[in-house]
């Protein structure tokens, strides 16, 4: 069943418009006991951010994911040639799911959560450890991989960067404050 629901420009070409949507309905992973962990953590990462920015910032922070991974899947499958299936491991809502995590870490970086129910942690140490594994992803794979992944987070990298006051470090702020 899901090869029939996964992101493949070439099916979509040839009428499986479904795909656009259904994707999105993978999950991750196989489902099992972790998958519905994440999923409840990823339900409250939402619910605090939802809070935080509105209903509205945080609908078109989420499409413009699911957005630009598709335009990614449809970019790659242009530069490949047009006759290639990717299979549903490439463009899978993994990086999405990232995006929702990274974008809480920026929002509340001291949050501490518990890793495995026990270990307490901090959110930004989190973030930077799955920063520097994505960046680790995206150096070793190859171009498919790394427009997935590229594209997959274009959402966090627009909202990290239109998000950033970069006023107050000018010169002038920085005398005025000493």
Do not use: C
């Not at 070439?10 to 656009?20: A, D, E, F, N």
């Not at 598709?70 to 242009?78: E, K, Q, R, V």
């Amino acid at each position: 069943l899901y090869n029939y629901l996964s992101l493949e420009p070439y099916y979509i070409l040839r009428g499986q418009i479904w795909r656009l949507i259904t994707w999105v309905l993978i999950p991750p992973e196989s489902p099992g006991i972790f998958t519905i962990i994440m999923l409840m953590l990823y339900y409250s990462l939402g619910n605090s951010l939802e809070q935080t920015w509105g209903a509205f910032r945080y609908n078109a922070y989420i499409f413009s994911g699911i957005i630009s991974t598709i335009i990614g899947a449809f970019i790659l499958y242009a530069v490949m040639g047009g006759n290639i299936v990717f299979g549903q491991a490439l463009f899978s809502t993994y990086y999405i799911n990232m995006s929702i995590f990274l974008a809480f870490a920026v929002m509340y970086p001291d949050m501490q959560v518990m890793l495995y129910f026990i270990i307490p942690i901090k959110m930004k140490w989190m973030a930077i450890v799955y920063a520097v594994l994505t960046l680790y992803e995206f150096i070793v794979s190859g171009w498919a991989g790394r427009v997935a992944i590229f594209m997959s987070l274009l959402n966090f990298i627009i909202f990290f960067f239109s998000t950033r006051n970069f006023k107050r470090y000018s010169p002038h702020e920085i005398h005025r404050r000493q």
